[in-house]
């Protein structure tokens, strides 16, 4: 038999010896078999008890998206909890003998690294790579991520050692941790396998991203509009109006000036403006913006010479941290963001700075300028 196959099994057995619990590894039900036909006492699996997570939460912000975040969450596994395996005695005693032995075996193991001979420095992490390398493919997260751990400790620099942290932590849903880690592998030591799970980890790690970014926005959406004064009667008053003079008729170039942006605060003087453009069959542009946003001050330029090109059409601001009502009622998750209103009915919209698509859209609904 050959003798590296049989260093493999003693490492096994011992790996049995220390933790027993392995034998009940679904993948190993066959030699679990054969020692109890050969008259084994194998210890009972050892009881888990189900981890009870509590979803009651008094704040309601909880409510908002959590909907919206759907993860591929196929090969997940329940998190482990064996004890860890036995690598030596921690609390063992350190003599003047004993000290002096082990800095013998260090002084050794450094002469045979600078002299090129890797053998004895390696075998130690090698260990650690191995028992981890099995702990994954028994679905054993949480004892890979131990020896991962261990071993980057000692080699900082060990592509295999973020792998295998990277991989483990995939399995337990840790997508975020998962490819901080296998980002810094890649860049180390790619291969096929980090590829792999690559395709899988991002897609949810950015969903997460995604969905925390939208969670705190809205959050502070909520916020601002608990802290918003009640509208005055003054600004009641001038809504009224406006209303009323759009069903006389009469001053729509006061409610509508061409050839501007309109900056929009309240649903209802957003109603008004859009009653307006639909009654003088106008074209009427939403768009939705933040001061915090980059691609919006890209864009902003843009739009307020396209108000000057296209003086019929009605061209409206919105930003969503002063008017939040609006940016609600309207579902906004992103900026900047367009509407294209017409007649009263949206009939297309723009998401992102792309003023080539902004543009075009803009001289398909309006019509010649």
């Known amino acids: 038999m050959d003798i590296g196959k049989v260093g493999e099994l003693k490492e096994f057995i011992e790996a049995c010896k220390s933790n027993p619990s392995l034998l009940h590894t679904p993948s190993l039900s066959f030699f679990k078999s054969y020692l109890l036909s050969l008259g084994a006492r194998i210890p009972p699996q050892p009881k888990t008890e189900p981890v009870v997570v509590n979803t009651t939460n008094n704040d309601n912000d909880d409510d908002i998206i959590e909907s919206d975040l759907e993860l591929d969450n196929s090969d997940v596994v329940e998190p482990d909890n064996d004890p860890p395996q036995k690598m030596g005695n921690p609390s063992a005693q350190v003599t003047d003998d004993n000290r002096d032995d082990a800095q013998v075996a260090k002084s050794k193991a450094l002469l045979a690294l600078s002299q090129g001979n890797q053998s004895i420095y390696l075998s130690f992490l090698l260990t650690f790579y191995y028992y981890s390398s099995i702990f994954i493919k028994l679905k054993k997260p949480n004892a890979a991520i131990r020896d991962a751990d261990t071993a980057l400790k000692i080699n900082p620099d060990s592509a295999k050692g973020y792998k295998i942290r990277g991989l483990s932590r995939a399995m337990l849903g840790l997508w975020k941790e998962a490819l901080t880690d296998l980002h810094v592998a890649s860049k180390i030591d790619y291969d096929e396998e980090i590829g792999m799970a690559l395709k899988k980890v991002e897609p949810n790690a950015h969903k997460i991203e995604e969905h925390r970014r939208?969670?705190?926005?809205?959050?502070?959406?909520?916020?601002?509009?608990?802290?918003?004064?009640?509208?005055?009667?003054?600004?009641?008053?001038?809504?009224?109006?406006?209303?009323?003079?759009?069903?006389?008729?009469?001053?729509?170039?006061?409610?509508?000036?061409?050839?501007?942006?309109?900056?929009?605060?309240?649903?209802?003087?957003?109603?008004?403006?859009?009653?307006?453009?639909?009654?003088?069959?106008?074209?009427?542009?939403?768009?939705?913006?933040?001061?915090?946003?980059?691609?919006?001050?890209?864009?902003?330029?843009?739009?307020?010479?396209?108000?000057?090109?296209?003086?019929?059409?009605?061209?409206?601001?919105?930003?969503?941290?002063?008017?939040?009502?609006?940016?609600?009622?309207?579902?906004?998750?992103?900026?900047?963001?367009?509407?294209?209103?017409?007649?009263?009915?949206?009939?297309?919209?723009?998401?992102?700075?792309?003023?080539?698509?902004?543009?075009?859209?803009?001289?398909?609904h309006a019509g010649p300028s």
């Open 214 to 364: 939208k969670y705190e926005r809205l959050r502070k959406q909520k916020e601002q509009k608990r802290a918003q004064p009640k509208k005055q009667p003054q600004d009641e008053a001038q809504d009224k109006d406006a209303l009323s003079a759009l069903k006389d008729g009469t001053s729509l170039y006061f409610l509508l000036p061409d050839g501007e942006v309109i900056d929009i605060h309240s649903v209802g003087d957003l109603e008004t403006k859009l009653s307006a453009a639909s009654k003088t069959s106008r074209l009427a542009i939403l768009y939705f913006t933040a001061t915090w946003c980059g691609p919006c001050h890209y864009i902003s330029p843009l739009y307020t010479s396209l108000a000057g090109k296209y003086r019929r059409v009605v061209f409206i601001k919105v930003d969503i941290d002063k008017a939040v009502d609006i940016a609600a009622r309207w579902n906004i998750s992103s900026v900047p963001t367009f509407f294209f209103v017409k007649n009263g009915k949206e009939v297309d919209s723009v998401v992102g700075a792309d003023k080539n698509t902004l543009e075009r859209k803009i001289a398909q």
